[in-house]
């Protein structure tokens, strides 16, 4: 009857440190809550998810696609304002061609208008500021005096070029 006891404690020992040894249990998702009671936490709402990010803007593109929006426009109005030129042009009527250019002015001056807030529009020097950067040229002398070379008459190429026989 001991060799059966022994067997028996023997078998009891071994389950007991099988089931140790296993895999220890996973832990609970939820885990423990404290707080509130089970039965009030049925009753409120779960909380809502946090919203997505806003997709990042690209303003490049906005302004590329409201430019082209508005260039769109302006072309059909101009397509129009054709079709009433040689119109006009057939029945050789002056009044008519004289509201048909009014027509296309305006046209033109509400596109710079609807594109005048766009940053490309911003980078686009005025008429006034390019003459000025470049300097125009009104007459063809000066044109000719801008393509004659200037005379050294200092420096280190300046002696070069009077020992060779060059203008002083």
Partial sequence: MNRRFEIFTTLIALGITGTALAD??????????FGKP?????????????????????????????R????????RRMRVIDCLREIALATNDEATLRTIEKLEQEAFELYNKSTAHLPVSRVTPSEDR??????TIHSTSDVADRLSPAANTTGRNATASRSRGGRQ
Avoid: F, H
């Fill in 130 to 135: 390019l003459d000025r950067s470049m300097q």
């Fill in 38 to 66: 089970s039965w009030l936490q049925a009753l409120t709402p779960p909380k809502p998810a946090p919203s997505p990010p806003p997709p990042q803007r690209d303003p490049g593109a906005e302004a590329q696609a409201e």
């Fill in 24 to 33: 220890p249990p996973k832990p609970t998702t939820t885990g423990p809550k």
């Fill in 68 to 75: 082209a929006a508005a260039e769109a426009i302006l072309y």
